[in-house]
């Protein structure tokens, strides 16, 4: 018997079902809801709304769990690489041999950028934002790279996803380059993704950049660990956006946007430099945890808490590890790391954080992994972006694929004033 939740509300009973997906999630379908009683709900950020069926990530925030198309994510973090579950992620299984070195090749095949986009990464300001810079470049893609009517619109996804998954790995590096000053390096099709990825930002004519195979799987677990998180606020941000059915282009800078933000993929820069005041401050942590728990100072601690894991992150833990490899590799010692280290043991044991279930997020590691590769800080989030990159494409193409996308329009509980008449100018 299909399960059903009771509503009564003005002496009125209606009955609204209840839905259950695969691993057991129960929701209300309030779908009819206004039709039927012309109540709307109201739920500020969504915080219990599920707002589509979803078959390509699933997270546990109770338990700590994250999976993609049903692989836990610390086994792709072992075995795969950054493009296996990129196509796993699209395509919703993972590639035989053949399909996978096809798609590498495409990717390879779609790795350069115009030429003509140089002009518009030149001419930003010297203090533009990589995040910034990146958002509108992939905007212009489009113009770029108009769709040609001939093909069929199955094929102008597959393209365009591709180019996207491919140039912005490209105009990321790209626009590092450019900030410098320094001659482009461009992709070569004899490295892998990661590689390339490494090559283009590091490699120079004074001093060639000699690949470490370490940093490559560094590089693929970071990029594993980003590529999909159900529907946090840029994946939310590109579905919307998408639903109004403007080109994939626009709906990923929208993404972009979204994540640039430090409450969601700012906060791996905003944690290195609260580590870093805190570094400089002496290294002590009292005055900033007791900031964080004081409600009349806006401080939060960067890294800490999420709106879904209620426990560890399973990708911060992974995050650690990979951290803690490539230091040791690199014989590093960075004084942030062990500044880190000692809060996330202060911060996990103190009462507020307990009580408020705030624990480290993936966040609180990458920035120390990314410093340790010579990624500088304002790039990143950029980093955060292109892994993302496969979330946000197959989350736009799962709502492309359903028929029955509707425009995405959240209601509200208007509180303004009543009807009032209009005062000319002169009696104000
Ligand atoms: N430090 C101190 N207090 C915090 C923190 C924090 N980092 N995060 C939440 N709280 C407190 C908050 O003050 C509130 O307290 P109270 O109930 O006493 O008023 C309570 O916890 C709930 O906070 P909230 O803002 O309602 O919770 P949320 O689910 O909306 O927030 C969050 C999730 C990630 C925005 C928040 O935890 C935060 O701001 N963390 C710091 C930024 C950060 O690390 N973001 C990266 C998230 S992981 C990457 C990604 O997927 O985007």
């Known amino acids: 018997m299909k399960e059903e939740a009771k509503l009564t509300v003005g002496g009125k009973t209606y009955k609204l079902p209840v839905i259950t997906g695969s691993e057991g999630e129960r929701a209300i379908d309030i779908s009819k809801l206004r039709?039927?009683?012309?109540?709307?709900?109201?739920?500020?950020?969504?915080?219990?709304?599920?707002?589509?069926?979803?078959?390509?990530?699933?997270?546990?925030?109770?338990?700590?769990?994250?999976?993609?198309?049903?692989?836990?994510?610390?086994?792709?973090?072992?075995?795969?690489?950054?493009?296996?579950?990129?196509?796993?992620?699209?395509?919703?299984?993972?590639?035989t041999q053949k399909q996978l070195n096809r798609f590498s090749i495409l990717l390879n095949d779609n790795s350069?950028?115009?030429?003509?986009?140089?002009?518009?990464?030149?001419?930003?300001?010297?203090?533009?934002?990589?995040?910034?810079?990146?958002?509108?470049?992939?905007?212009?893609?489009?113009?770029?790279?108009?769709?040609?009517?001939?093909?069929?619109?199955?094929?102008?996804?597959?393209?365009?996803?591709?180019?996207?998954?491919?140039?912005?790995?490209?105009?990321?590096?790209?626009?590092?380059?450019?900030?410098?000053g320094h001659s482009l390096v461009y992709p070569r099709a004899d490295f892998s993704y990661p590689a390339n990825f490494l090559n283009m930002m590091f490699d120079s004519p004074v001093k060639p950049y000699t690949i470490d195979e370490d940093l490559v799987k560094a590089?693929?677990?970071?990029w594993i660990l980003h590529a999909d998180h159900e529907q946090n606020c840029s994946t939310a941000s590109v579905r919307l956006v998408g639903s109004a059915r403007v080109n994939l282009y626009a709906a990923i800078s929208a993404g972009i946007c979204a994540l640039w933000g430090p409450l969601h993929g700012g906060a791996n820069q905003a944690v290195v430099q609260m580590l870093n005041d805190i570094h400089e401050g002496g290294g002590k942590l009292t005055p900033f945890i007791a900031r964080a728990k004081d409600k009349n100072d806006p401080f939060r601690l960067m890294g800490f808490g999420h709106r879904v894991y209620k426990t560890f992150d399973p990708?911060?833990?992974?995050?650690?590890?990979?951290?803690?490899?490539?230091?040791?590799?690199?014989?590093?010692?960075?004084?942030?790391?062990?500044?880190?280290?000692?809060?996330?043991e202060v911060a996990i044991k103190d009462e507020y954080f307990v009580d408020h279930d705030l624990y480290p997020n993936i966040d609180f590691y990458s920035g120390i992994l990314l410093r340790a590769m010579g990624i500088p800080v304002p790039m990143f989030t950029v980093m955060f972006a292109i892994g993302r990159l496969p979330g946000w494409i197959s989350q736009w193409k799962e709502s492309m694929d359903n028929p029955k996308w509707k425009l995405e329009r959240p209601r509200q509980i208007y509180i303004g004033e009543k009807k009032k008449d209009y005062v000319p100018i002169a009696e104000r």
């Open 35 to 95: 039709k039927e009683t012309g109540l709307v709900t109201l739920d500020p950020g969504f915080v219990n709304t599920a707002n589509c069926r979803s078959n390509i990530t699933f997270v546990d925030g109770e338990k700590g769990i994250l999976r993609y198309r049903g692989i836990p994510v610390e086994q792709l973090a072992e075995h795969s690489s950054f493009v296996e579950t990129a196509y796993l992620l699209i395509n919703g299984k993972l590639p």
């Open 219 to 222: 590089l693929n677990v970071f």
């Open 112 to 180: 350069l950028v115009h030429e003509d986009m140089r002009a518009f990464f030149q001419n930003f300001p010297r203090a533009a934002h990589p995040m910034g810079i990146l958002s509108s470049m992939v905007n212009a893609l489009r113009a770029f790279y108009p769709e040609i009517p001939e093909r069929s619109d199955e094929e102008e996804v597959d393209i365009t996803m591709t180019r996207l998954l491919s140039k912005v790995r490209t105009m990321a590096a790209m626009s590092y380059k450019i900030f410098k």
């Open 315 to 344: 990708r911060g833990l992974v995050m650690k590890k990979i951290c803690d490899r490539v230091l040791k590799k690199l014989a590093l010692e960075d004084p942030l790391l062990d500044i880190a280290q000692r809060l996330e």
